[in-house]
């Protein structure tokens, strides 16, 4: 994990998320659709991870275990917005 961050950071990326640790890809896989729309939608990309995070729990109530989507963190500056478009700009 640490070569993918430094090469992602060192490659100019201003932040990265990453998993600490293996996670389920049902619950990888909704919370990165929640987070990319929140993107998209121009959020910061720490407070697009947060409400990605808070839609999983609300989602999935009681099955959504902290172990889902705690280990899900920003590196870098998460207060920055990037330009996304969903369906690649069509």
Not at 60 to 86: H, K, N
């Amino acid at each position: 994990m640490s070569l993918c961050l430094c090469g992602g950071l060192f490659a100019g990326a201003k932040s990265v998320v990453a998993s600490l640790w293996a996670a389920s890809d049902i619950f990888t896989l909704n919370l990165m659709q929640h987070f990319y729309r929140y993107i998209a939608d121009g959020e910061d990309t720490g407070s697009a991870l947060r409400h990605a995070q808070l839609d999983l729990i609300k989602q999935f109530a009681d099955q959504a275990l902290p172990f889902y989507w705690e280990g899900f963190i920003m590196i870098g500056d998460g207060s920055r917005s990037i330009r996304l478009s969903v369906n690649g700009g069509r």
